[in-house]
């Protein structure tokens, strides 16, 4: 078998990345904190959220310091992606009940939604997706990548849509306004999610339609979204007494 050799324009991610860990570590065990104050529910989907991200971003650097160390994208490469992915739909399941305790809506969509989560969890692990294998290891067999990456976004996506429109509609029926700045900062995580997936999109077209390796500014973009997205969904269940004190006025 044979194996995608490392660029070394591809070595400043691993980096954002390990900075990215250490971000993610430190807003985790914030929100674990609240969670051992508060001693509710809320904050421990939340703090579950957390670390599931962080284990999905620290998976992924594992796999990249393979390549980085020996110069190949090799076996520890190929099985981080679908245990990212895998960690990425769990998380969203956790998010999509931190949300339904919150706004008290989408009861009826969690069984549903679980149910397809494991099924596209399975597939992730399937060996047809060819996870880091050169193209021409896999010339003419089936090759379900594409479908596979495609299904986790629409299902991110659908997650992420259903959580935004009933932070909308939530909003709309509360007039207290520190609640309503709460379902803001979760509706804005939302749509950071949203932005996360779309730069990955954006790499993935790069990749197809031109002759980029991959690993673009699109990623370093995306892990933006993502940081807003730690932010925005701390801030929609922890604000601080300064920002209280603002929106009460």
């Keep these: 078998m044979t194996y995608t050799p490392f660029s070394n324009n591809i070595l400043p991610i691993f980096f954002y990345y390990l900075g990215l860990i250490v971000f993610s570590i430190v807003m985790t065990i914030l929100m674990i904190k609240k969670w051992r104050e508060r001693k509710v529910n809320p904050p421990l989907y939340l703090s579950i959220v957390f ?42 399941i956790f998010l999509f009940v ?19 989560a494991l099924v596209i969890i399975f597939v992730l692990f399937l060996p047809w997706n060819w996870w880091g294998v050169p193209p021409e290891d896999y010339v003419g067999q089936l090759n379900i990548r594409l ?9 991110s996506y659908t997650v992420y849509i259903f959580i935004a429109g009933f932070c909308r509609k939530a909003r709309k029926q509360t007039e ?9 900062f979760l509706f804005l995580s939302m749509m950071s ?8 999109i954006a790499d993935t077209l790069l990749i197809t339609l031109t002759d980029h390796p991959g690993y673009s500014e699109f990623i370093y973009i995306a892990w933006i ?18 920002l209280v004190e603002r929106i009460e006025k």
Excluded: C, H, N
């Design 176 to 184: 207290d306004a520190k609640a309503k700045a709460g379902l803001t």
């Design 225 to 242: 979204f993502a940081i807003l997205f730690f932010i925005f969904t701390y801030l929609s269940l922890v604000m601080p007494k300064w």
């Design 51 to 92: 670390v599931l991200l962080t284990i999905a971003l620290i998976t992924l650097t594992v796999g990249l310091g393979e390549a980085v160390f020996s110069g190949f994208f090799k076996e520890i490469y190929r099985i981080s992606i679908p245990i990212s992915y895998s960690m990425i739909l769990i998380a969203d």
């Design 147 to 155: 479908y596979t990456t495609l299904s986790v976004i629409l299902y």
């Design 193 to 200: 999610m949203i932005g996360f997936f779309l730069m990955f």
């Design 98 to 116: 931190f949300a339904k305790v919150i706004t008290g809506k989408g009861k009826k969509a969690l069984v549903p939604l679980i149910i397809f």
